[in-house]
C-alpha cells in the first residue's frame, strides 16, 4: 500500500493532478490538491530558459557585419590620400612622398600597418584603418605634406611680369621661369638653412656653370646659375633624394635633374632673378 501511494504521489506532483487517498478502513477521503510550481527546478540545477529569454546569438554581432567603408585605395589622389602619405610617414611606414597619389609604395604601407594592428591586409585605407592611423599620428605640418615638392606655386611678384625672369618664392617654394609675364616652367625649390639663409631681392644671372663643384663645401652644384656672390640656382642629388628634411648653403636646389637641365640651357646671363616671400 506504502508503494502504491508514493507512486501516485509522484504522478501528481508530475502533473499537478487532484488525488485521492484511501485509509486503511477502506473508506474515501476528501480530495487532497498538490499544487506543483509551474518553473519548479531541482536543487544545485540552473533554471531552463523560456522561449522570451534571448538566444545566445541575440547578443552577439553577426558574422555577417558589412565592412567599414574604403576611403582610399590604389589609384586614388589628392590632398587626403598626401595626408595619409605624410601620416604614414611619421609612423615609419612611408619612407617616400608625399605626392599625394596613392601609388604601390603607398599601398604596401597601408598593409603593413593593418597587419600589425590586426586589421584585415587589403592595402586600402578604410574608416577603421584612418582613425586607428589618426590616433597615433598628429596633423602634418605644410611641408610635411610637401616634403618633396608639388606645393602650388602662389602668384608671382609684380617684379617678376616683365623680361625674363626666375620668379623664386619662399613661401610657396617655387621657382617658376617666366617671359614677359608668361609662366614657362614651375619647379619645387630648397632654400638655405638658418645660419645660412638665402638672400631675398632682385639680382641677375652673372655666371653659368654646368659642373660646378663649391670650393667652399666641396659639394657638387651641377647646371649652377649664380646670382649673388657664391648662391646659385642649381640641382641637388640631396634635395633629390630627402626632399625638405635638409636644406643648402644659401643656394636655390632644384630636384628634378631633367627639368634643371632644361632651364640651364634657356636662362643666359643677364637674366632677373627674383627671390621673395
Same mark, same amino acid.
Request: net charge positive; charged share 20%; aromatic share 8%.
Given at each position: 500500500?506504502?508503494?502504491?501511494?508514493?507512486?501516485?504521489?509522484?504522478?501528481?506532483?508530475?502533473?499537478g493532478?487532484?488525488?485521492?487517498?484511501?485509509?486503511?478502513?477502506?473508506?474515501?477521503?476528501?480530495?487532497?490538491? *498538490? $499544487?506543483v510550481?509551474?518553473?519548479?527546478t531541482?536543487?544545485?540545477?540552473?533554471?531552463p530558459?523560456?522561449?522570451?529569454?534571448?538566444?545566445?546569438?541575440? =547578443?552577439t554581432?553577426?558574422?555577417?557585419?558589412a565592412?567599414?567603408?574604403?576611403?582610399?585605395?590604389?589609384?586614388?589622389?589628392g590632398?587626403?590620400?598626401r $595626408?595619409?602619405?605624410?601620416?604614414?610617414?611619421?609612423?615609419?611606414?612611408?619612407y617616400?612622398?608625399?605626392?599625394?597619389?596613392?601609388?604601390?609604395? &603607398? $599601398?604596401?604601407a597601408?598593409?603593413?600597418?593593418?597587419?600589425?594592428r590586426?586589421?584585415?591586409? &587589403?592595402?586600402?585605407?578604410?574608416?577603421? &584603418?584612418?582613425?586607428?592611423?589618426?590616433?597615433?599620428?598628429?596633423?602634418?605640418g605644410?611641408?610635411?605634406?610637401?616634403?618633396?615638392?608639388?606645393?602650388?606655386?602662389?602668384?608671382?611678384? @609684380?617684379?617678376?611680369?616683365?623680361?625674363?625672369?626666375?620668379? *623664386?618664392?619662399? =613661401?610657396?617654394?617655387t621657382?617658376?621661369?617666366? *617671359?614677359?609675364?608668361r =609662366?614657362?616652367?614651375?619647379?619645387?625649390?630648397r632654400?638655405?638653412?638658418?645660419?645660412?639663409?638665402?638672400?631675398e631681392?632682385?639680382?641677375?644671372?652673372?655666371?653659368k656653370?654646368?659642373?660646378?663643384?663649391?670650393?667652399?663645401?666641396?659639394?657638387?652644384?651641377?647646371?649652377?646659375?649664380?646670382?649673388?656672390?657664391?648662391? @646659385?640656382?642649381?640641382?641637388?642629388?640631396?634635395f633629390?633624394?630627402?626632399?625638405?628634411?635638409?636644406?643648402?648653403?644659401?643656394?636655390?636646389?632644384?630636384?628634378? $635633374?631633367?627639368? *634643371?637641365?632644361?632651364?640651364?640651357?634657356?636662362?643666359?646671363?643677364?637674366?632677373?632673378?627674383?627671390?621673395?616671400w
Amino acid at each position: 500500500m506504502g508503494r502504491s501511494f508514493a507512486a501516485l504521489l509522484v504522478l501528481a506532483l508530475a502533473c499537478g493532478c487532484t488525488v485521492q487517498t484511501a485509509d486503511g478502513d477502506g473508506k474515501r477521503r476528501l480530495p487532497v490538491r *498538490i $499544487e506543483v510550481p509551474e518553473h519548479s527546478t531541482p536543487p544545485g540545477h540552473s533554471t531552463p530558459p523560456t522561449s522570451d529569454d534571448p538566444s545566445p546569438s541575440a =547578443t552577439t554581432p553577426s558574422a555577417g557585419a558589412a565592412a567599414p567603408a574604403v576611403l582610399w585605395s590604389r589609384g586614388d589622389s589628392g590632398p587626403d590620400v598626401r $595626408e595619409l602619405q605624410a601620416r604614414l610617414r611619421q609612423v615609419a611606414w612611408l619612407y617616400d612622398g608625399p605626392t599625394g597619389s596613392y601609388d604601390d609604395l &603607398t $599601398e604596401r604601407a597601408v598593409k603593413g600597418f593593418q597587419g600589425k594592428r590586426g586589421l584585415p591586409r &587589403t592595402g586600402r585605407t578604410d574608416t577603421v &584603418t584612418w582613425k586607428r592611423l589618426k590616433d597615433m599620428t598628429r596633423e602634418p605640418g605644410k611641408w610635411e605634406l610637401y616634403l618633396m615638392g608639388g606645393q602650388p606655386a602662389d602668384a608671382p611678384d @609684380a617684379r617678376c611680369l616683365t623680361g625674363r625672369v626666375l620668379c *623664386i618664392s619662399k =613661401t610657396s617654394r617655387t621657382l617658376r621661369w617666366m *617671359i614677359d609675364g608668361r =609662366t614657362v616652367m614651375t619647379v619645387p625649390v630648397r632654400f638655405g638653412s638658418v645660419g645660412t639663409p638665402t638672400r631675398e631681392g632682385v639680382f641677375s644671372i652673372y655666371w653659368k656653370s654646368r659642373h660646378h663643384v663649391s670650393t667652399l663645401y666641396d659639394s657638387p652644384m651641377p647646371y649652377a646659375m649664380f646670382f649673388s656672390g657664391g648662391q @646659385a640656382v642649381h640641382y641637388s642629388a640631396d634635395f633629390a633624394a630627402h626632399g625638405y628634411a635638409g636644406g643648402s648653403h644659401g643656394c636655390v636646389n632644384v630636384r628634378d $635633374e631633367a627639368a *634643371i637641365a632644361d632651364l640651364f640651357a634657356q636662362v643666359r646671363n643677364g637674366d632677373k632673378v627674383v627671390v621673395h616671400w
